[in-house]
């Protein structure tokens, strides 16, 4: 079973990357930077989002919001006044436990794309399949709470490769916890090391200036695409 | 490519039925309960483990570690006497999201059934495809972290109807979150209202006493099979 499994998958990634490619060149067409976001259920990309995007003066942002089921995310952050598009992978696509290319395709008529500096694609919450499959994004950043502990860089590794920015976000935790953040850094350097790593609490707001600025600049095209 | 997606998926779901039975058959031939643990990355599973499973006094207990990479979890467990076997989906998987019956079947080699009581499938961290692959289990049991949030029983609804226990763990964070444990209790209900659910932590030790002697009376043969 699993060596015939395994080939399908192998050929579905093949088809995955050359939607991937058609979404990429669709984005640049119309000069919109686009950051695939992922983490693990609740370490906090939606909270984090709905920190910054309404401080990115100047900056024309949208999200494309992928859960498997519900509109709990997309009601949050459409209340920011920033147009939200949903895929919900439970409606046709079997519940997958990522987005893939073609569902962001699908979805992309409904992205105003020609209206936009910027475009976040909200993943599922999933440490794994998201980071075997890209969507057409410029840019990969990852969100890991230190309530989670110290050790997914080495049990996710690919995910944590896959990305270029990672935000340890709920540092906020850190007195009630106990978390060694040296060692969570020694891990992620362990597994990537060109990560840029910025130390952030959606709660509180401590370092989301940084994470906004990233994404300004991401905008403006002055990060280099991965 | 979505169409052929799913009806490739239904198939496999159908061979992984047909596995989970016969690895269903042999835990009955050798009156072994089955217990299949899943939870988000970093919820908690292995220190839940590691809190309860030295004070199970009288019964066998044996773990098998599902995880993408890596031996940490699986020396974690070792290291209490506990006899532990290790199924990495990366190695011959395809780096798979979850476990399935094919991976169980292949593990039970290693496995020493004859000489145990309880055997517990620890799952790969993930909300999604854990619940949709049945690997022979009798029991299903979640654990979910106060720190995840409330909304992640309408957000993974299939997970939390899977089961019919939640553990809701690191209950000691509560005074450091804003977090509404009726709120996520009322979310619960509405997708399981039949799941027995303990509040846990594993840092401190409260509740898990509950987890404890749930897992006896579950080796004893005292609580329904699901």
Tied chains: 1, 2.
Excluded at 90 to 113: I, K, Y
Aim: aromatic content about 4%.
């Amino acid at each position: 079973m699993h060596r015939t499994r395994v080939r399908i998958v192998a050929d579905v990634l093949d088809a995955n990357d050359t939607i991937a490619r058609a979404n990429r060149e669709d984005f640049d067409a119309h000069g919109v930077a686009v950051v695939n976001l992922m983490s693990a259920p609740g370490a906090g990309k939606t909270s984090l989002l709905a920190r910054v995007l309404h401080e990115l003066d100047g900056v024309r942002v949208g999200v494309l919001e992928g859960v498997v089921q519900g509109t709990l995310d997309a009601e949050r952050l459409a209340s920011l006044h920033v147009p939200v598009t949903q895929i919900e992978t439970s409606r046709g696509f079997g519940g997958e436990c990522h987005l893939d290319a073609n569902m962001v395709r699908s979805a992309l008529p409904e992205v105003p794309l020609g209206e936009l500096d910027l475009l976040v694609i909200e993943n599922v919450g999933n440490l794994v399949c998201p980071a075997e499959f890209k969507v057409g994004e410029h840019h990969r950043v990852m969100v890991c709470s230190v309530a989670e502990g110290e050790d997914k860089p080495l049990k996710y590794p690919l995910m944590f490769r896959a990305c270029e920015l990672v935000l340890v976000n709920k540092v906020d935790l850190l007195p009630h916890l106990e978390y060694d953040l040296d060692l969570f850094l020694r891990h992620l350097d362990a597994v990537n090391p060109h990560a840029e790593r910025l130390l952030v609490s959606a709660r509180t707001g401590e370092g989301v200036d940084g994470f906004r600025d990233w994404l300004a600049r991401t905008a403006a095209g002055a990060v280099a695409v991965g």
